[in-house]
Structures are given as C-alpha cells and as structure tokens.
Nanobody, 126 residues
C-alpha cells in the first residue's frame, strides 16, 4: 500500500510561484510513474503532469505547459511540481498520484492511478 503525502500549497498572487512536494512511503518508489492532478470546486479532476518512473520523460497538460515543471528524486521518494507564472485559473486542490508502470508513462486519466494523496490547496489571487 503506497501512502502519498503532499505539501507546499498556499496562497500566492498571480504571476507568483509555488513548489509542491509529494513524498511516498513506498521503498520501490522508482517502480511508479507519478502524476499530478488538480480539482477546482464544481469541476472534474484534471490532469496536470506525469513523470516516468526513471524521471527521464515528462508529459504536461496544454494548460500548464511552459509554466509548470514536474521532477522527482527517487533517492528521497519524492516528486515535485514547480509552478511558475501562476494564474487565478490554477486555483484548485492539487493531488499527486502513483501508478506502478513499465516502460509507458503517459497516464493522463485519473482511473489510470491506484494511489492518491490527500491533496493540497493552491489559491492564486488576481
């Protein structure tokens, strides 16, 4: 059972930056592709980014491409989401998710993932 704990959310002005972290309890963290999703009030959970288990490849939603960067440190069992040039429409609860994977990594649907964190709130003021 993989346990995921997110941190780093908060309130920031438009144009600002935040870095989210997600730490996993699993010793075989490097066996999992890791994704970030977000969910705004009244909306469905939305894909943000995913990173291959080795960290060598990433994939982003068009809405965040060029502004957000996903990375991971397998030695620390942690995945990060660096968010720059934040916009009010980025306001949401952000979740990290884990999927045990082989060579594939482009998992952009919530039901692809078997493990989820509790979420961290990101609020961007205009």
């Amino acid at each position: 059972q993989v346990q995921l704990v997110e941190s780093g959310g908060g309130l920031v002005q438009a144009g600002g930056s935040l870095r989210l972290s997600c730490t996993a309890s699993e010793r075989t963290f490097s066996s999992y592709a890791m994704g970030w999703f977000r969910q705004a009030p009244g909306k469905e959970r939305e894909f943000v980014a995913v990173i291959r288990r080795s960290g060598t490849s990433t994939y982003y939603a068009d809405s965040v491409k060029g502004r957000f960067t996903i990375s991971r440190d397998n030695g620390k069992n942690t995945v990060y989401l660096q968010m720059n040039s934040l916009k009010p429409e980025d306001t949401a609860v952000y979740y990290c998710a884990a999927k045990i994977s082989g060579t594939s990594y482009v998992y952009s649907r919530p039901y692809d993932y078997g493990y989820w964190g509790q979420g961290t709130q990101v609020t961007v003021s205009s």
